[in-house]
């Protein structure tokens, strides 16, 4: 079963321009995770934010968190072609019986046109 | 330092026949995942070991599916017998820990005929 809804399931964008990616979850968490996933191409982790924190960078990366809505974002600055790929997020469960398993959601397709 | 390693990479067997897949985490992770990914969509936890223990594995099919995680390191997943519905790839992923980030492999793409 999916935990994580990403929004939209298809982005294509031109180089240079922000991509914003949106996941919705339904349990508590501990952290949420960001990877990703080239065609061919194993995955990736690119962040996580734990659920005490609101927002995140790395490097051209943003993430943020609201625990209240039960949902996160990415962007991503100044977009490449490389970073044409499928990004996921995935959760880690805050408590229960599912407490530590990291499940993903059905990820966002991005295409950036040159 | 060499990152998660899975092998085979590809494997085509008829159905019915026995496959099985071996998983190399990073030295010193001890958290191991197996997951199943079908195209265009997320990879599906399989089961989930903490050292050589199963902490979770409600997701596995265990009528023909088995794992195994011997002294905490690598781990075998198997398939017995295989069914065309089992054609996807398999992915091993580790990590320190509960809570901290996964790392996996290329993964093994399986293809059932």
């Known amino acids: 079963s999916q935990q994580g809804e990403e929004d939209p399931q298809a982005l294509s964008i031109q180089e240079g321009e922000n991509a914003t990616m949106n996941c919705s979850y339904k349990t508590s968490i501990n952290n949420l995770q960001w990877y990703r996933q080239n065609s061919g191409r194993g995955l990736v982790h690119l962040i996580l934010?734990?659920?005490?924190?609101r927002e995140k960078h790395s490097g051209r990366l943003r993430v943020t968190l609201d625990t209240s809505k039960k949902s996160s974002s990415l962007l991503i600055t100044a977009s490449r072609a490389a970073d044409t790929a499928s990004y996921f997020c995935a959760t880690v469960a805050g408590g229960g019986t599912s407490y530590g398993k990291l499940t993903f959601g059905q990820g966002t397709i991005l295409t950036v046109h040159p | 330092e060499a990152g998660v390693v899975q092998s085979p990479r590809y494997k085509i067997i008829e159905k019915k026949q026995p496959v099985a897949f071996w998983c190399n985490p990073i030295?010193?992770?001890?958290?191991l995942y197996w997951y199943l990914q079908n195209l265009g969509q997320g990879p599906e936890l399989l089961i989930r070991?903490?050292?050589?223990?199963?902490?979770?594995d409600s997701q596995l099919p265990k009528d023909r599916f088995s794992a195994e995680r011997l002294k905490g390191v690598d781990s075998t997943l198997k398939i017995q017998p295989a069914e065309l519905g089992d054609s996807a790839v398999y992915l091993c992923?580790?990590?320190?820990?509960?809570?901290?980030?996964?790392?996996f492999g290329q993964g093994t793409r399986l293809t059932v005929v």
């Open positions: 030295s010193g992770h001890n958290t």
């Open positions: 992923a580790s990590s320190l820990g509960l809570n901290t980030e996964a790392f």
């Open positions: 934010i734990r659920s005490n924190e």
């Open positions: 070991y903490e050292n050589e223990e199963a902490v979770d």
